[in-house]
């Protein structure tokens, strides 16, 4: 079939020929779409040069402002660096038993862990590599900005095309500084001005070392890591000065991206950039090949996490020692800056202290080994007691109470009653954690539940030497588990029974010569049942009578009042004693007998002013029960109990040091306790030598309360045992020529452990022997000093009169001997 075409219709206008159909017709659409494209493209450009100019216009208007207001000073958005530089962490050092140098003991961090270190304590490497990846033209930069990179990334940014290539990025090292102090993220335009206007500032206003050094104090790595200082004993255990050209290139990978180049999750990758960071610094000239080629063989020798932990305090729980620092810089800072303690702790935490303690590490590691039982199989027998928890929280009924996810039960606003760190709590049965028994509502109908914990016992134990200076101290018995945890070693008073009678009544009647070693003294109570003196408060409970000792009706009757004191096993003998023996044997009387002869007066302000004994009460203190058998109404604690024996050395009382020197970070004296520290001469030398031969009978004498305990081996000992009413607390002393320990053990609430079958602290003594058996070992053979003055005098124990042969040794002054025994007639 055929089909008709439909005829072609003529076209005017150019291109015509010869009245045929338009044979350049073709060429001219080609031709026009070239054209537009063409110009588009001449649009788009100049589009983007305009944009270009108005942000270099922008830039330049930033770089007027920034410089106005580095004039006027003004910017108040800039980061200061020299208030930066003493924002890092506090440490504390120890001196190395091995060699005596001072080693890191501790660490006092904020929110970041932070250690400040000057540019020139930074290997050359280790700078290089940094400038190399991060910034290249570092040095020769005026403005802190590089316009080009600036330019190039905003090219990129407008055509989504890669022309200008670098994976340095447009960032500085100023403006990577300014990010990372700031925590400012420049991704928009606004911010990007904001960052650029920062760095001009930065650069116009420090050197570029001090630049530098803060970017290497301050670059972010793994976790809250920051600073290469910190990143160099964390990853490789060295000081960054130590740090091999590879280990450089390592750190210096890390900043751009913590994460994803972390040592521990991508070493891979990690130690791919380490290489390209080489080849860069190869490239630039900074190392040679041959350094290149060696660094490049190099494995990562990144430390594990577990390697890292085991080697650093960092991230460990403080012992109970740095906790004792903790809070007594905090005091001296208070001092000494007339400021808040939430002052002083910013200072301790982002001050970039330097703290010279005095621990010694061998003795606190081997204290630590011998606390850290489980209170079953160690020293301490655990005694697990019931004991009312009260919430202080009442319910309107039973029912109201309600429990977390946990099982901590919930007040009102939701929150757990215990702290996390409490001991649970449980039912009435003993077994059932964490549940409360309803009380009978009282007249208000409101229910009050009565929760219980079991609860152990406790102990704490403080070691010092005759300077003043604290070594050793744990102020909990097991794991320690939290920082600042309650530290019953320097911070918690206990009542210390007998310990109290050598440091008031002995040593003060010695002093003053009220009594000599061999003094007679009656064992007697100092008032009997007929002075009425001393009201039997027990039996008045019990008979519901009137509490008040010159209530007329108590003054009436006889059946209310008691002697006063008696001994544990009685109310004395009667018989004369002399003072040796009392002392051994822990006797009440006679110390009492001594005190009063003294005065109250006297023995308090000895005690308080020359023994440090600074928990005593003025008031309620006042008096023979708490000076000489040590019924405080607060108590002493380990530590000041250590302390005031420290003067049975050589009479001399030195106020307690944790460290000897705090400096800046720069080395500069911050305080000095050691040099503002005071010296009291308490007693005479002799006296001192006298009271601690004394106190050997503790540990020798046939009646000594500690007798046998002293430590295997020719050292000297002494000692002394204290125990409370109704066996509530039990406290310990012991001296050897080279240290001094003073213990508590108790529960934290007092209560009468002889309930539990026990009426002795012998764990305590126990504990020392071994304590200082393992402590001396080694150590050569020490006397206590004999000071000019002090004869040996041998005396009758029935008379206390000086014999000159047999009976026993005393130790006397000249001017304060005993008569000579009668001749027999």
């Not at 964490?434 to 914990?453: E, K, M, W």
């Not at 005071?678 to 031969?693: D, E, F, K, L, W």
Request: proline share 6%; aromatic share 8%; glycine share 10%.
């Amino acid at each position: 079939m055929k089909v008709k075409l439909p005829e072609r219709r003529a076209v005017s206008g150019p291109g015509r020929q010869d009245g045929g159909a338009p044979a350049a017709a073709p060429l001219k659409t080609r031709g026009g779409k070239t054209a537009r494209r063409v110009l588009r493209r001449i649009g788009y450009i100049a589009a983007c040069c305009c944009c270009v100019g108005v942000m270099l216009a922008s830039v330049a208007a930033v770089v007027f402002a920034s410089y106005l207001a580095r004039l006027s000073g003004t910017d108040a958005d800039m980061p200061d660096l020299y208030v930066l530089k003493m924002a890092e962490n506090s440490i504390v050092y120890a001196a190395d038993p091995a060699g005596g140098d001072w080693t890191e003991y501790a660490v006092f961090t904020g929110e970041n862990d932070r250690v400040w270190t000057p540019l020139e304590q930074f290997p050359q490497t280790l700078r290089d590599a940094v400038v190399s990846v991060e910034d290249r033209n570092f040095w020769n930069q005026r403005f802190g900005i590089n316009p080009g990179r600036i330019l190039g990334a905003a090219v990129n940014e407008l055509t989504g095309h890669r022309l200008y290539g670098s994976r340095q990025g447009a960032s500085t090292l100023e403006q990577q500084l300014i990010e990372n102090l700031t925590g400012d993220s420049a991704q928009s335009i606004s911010g990007k001005f904001k960052e650029i206007s920062r760095a001009i500032v930065m650069a116009g206003r420090y050197s570029k070392d001090m630049i530098l050094e803060a970017y290497l104090n301050i670059a972010p790595l793994t976790g809250t890591l920051s600073g290469m200082q910190a990143g160099a004993q964390q990853y490789f255990g060295k000081d960054a000065s130590q740090l091999t050209l590879a280990e450089s290139a390592t750190l210096a990978s890390i900043p751009r991206s913590p994460v994803a180049y972390s040592p521990y999750s991508n070493p891979e990758k990690l130690l791919e950039r380490r290489n390209w960071v080489l080849k860069l610094m190869l490239d630039q000239e900074r190392i040679s090949q041959a350094d290149y080629d060696a660094a490049a063989a190099a494995p990562l020798g990144v430390r594990s996490r577990e390697e890292a932990a085991a080697a650093s305090p960092r991230g460990k729980v403080n012992s109970y020692f740095t906790d004792a620092v903790f809070e007594r810089l905090a005091d001296d800072i208070m001092e000494k800056e007339n400021c808040g303690r939430a002052a002083a702790v910013t200072r301790i935490r982002t001050g970039g202290l330097r703290i010279f303690s005095t621990v010694d590490l061998r003795l606190q590691r081997m204290l630590e080994a011998f606390m850290e039982n489980d209170g079953e199989d160690g020293y301490f027998p655990a005694l697990w007691r019931q004991e009312e928890a009260d919430t202080g929280i009442p319910f309107d009924s039973a029912d109201a109470v309600s429990y977390g996810d946990d099982g901590l039960p919930l007040n009102a606003q939701g929150e757990p009653v215990f702290r996390p760190d409490d001991t649970p709590v449980y039912e009435q049965d003993g077994t059932t954690l964490l549940r409360g028994s309803s009380a009978q509502p009282n007249a208000d109908g409101v229910h009050t539940l009565v929760f219980y914990r079991n609860i152990r016992t406790q102990a704490a134990v403080a070691t010092m030497d005759y300077e003043g200076h604290v070594l050793a101290l744990v102020g909990g018995v097991g794991e320690k588990r939290y920082d600042l945890s309650l530290n019953r070693a320097a911070d918690v008073p206990r009542q210390i029974g007998s310990t109290m009678k050598p440091l008031a009544a002995y040593a003060l009647g010695i002093e003053n010569g009220v009594i000599n070693y061999s003094s007679l003294i009656a064992d007697a109570p100092l008032y009997t049942q007929q002075d009425h003196r001393m009201l039997n408060t027990e039996y008045c409970r019990k008979l519901g009578l009137s509490l008040d000792p010159g209530d007329p009706a108590n003054q009436a009757r006889d059946d209310v009042w008691r002697a006063w004191p008696t001994n544990y096993n009685g109310p004395g003998t009667g018989r004369p004693v002399v003072v040796a023996d009392a002392l051994a044997q822990s006797l009440n009387t006679v110390p009492v007998q001594i005190g009063d002869m003294l005065g109250k007066r006297r023995l308090f302000d000895f005690a308080y002013g020359s023994l440090g004994l600074t928990h005593l009460d003025p008031e309620r203190d006042n008096d023979l029960g708490p000076l000489v058998l040590g019924s405080q109404t607060h108590g002493v604690t380990p530590v000041q109990l250590a302390n005031a024996y420290s003067v049975f050395r050589d009479g001399v009382y030195r106020p307690p040091l944790y460290y000897t020197k705090v400096t800046l970070a720069d080395g500069s004296t911050y305080l000095d306790p050691a040099q503002d520290s005071y010296a009291v001469q308490a007693v005479s030398p002799q006296t001192a030598y006298i009271m601690n031969r004394l106190l050997r009978g503790v540990l020798t004498a046939p009646g000594g309360t500690a007798r046998g305990m002293a430590p295997a081996g020719e050292m000297e000992a002494a000692a002394k045992t204290g125990t409370t009413t109704d066996y509530r607390d039990f406290t310990f002393v012991g001296l050897t020529p080279y240290y001094v320990t003073a213990g508590w053990w108790g529960y934290d609430v007092p209560a009468d452990l002889s309930q539990q079958g026990v009426r002795t602290g012998k764990p305590l003594q126990t504990l020392w022997r071994d304590y200082m058996q393992q402590a001396q070992e080694g150590l050569p053979y020490l006397e206590f000093p004999v000071p000019e003055g002090v004869v040996a005098r041998r005396y009758d124990p029935a008379t206390g009169c000086l014999v000159p042969s047999g009976g026993a040794v005393g130790y006397y002054t000249e001017d304060n001997l005993p008569p000579e025994q009668p001749a027999l007639p």
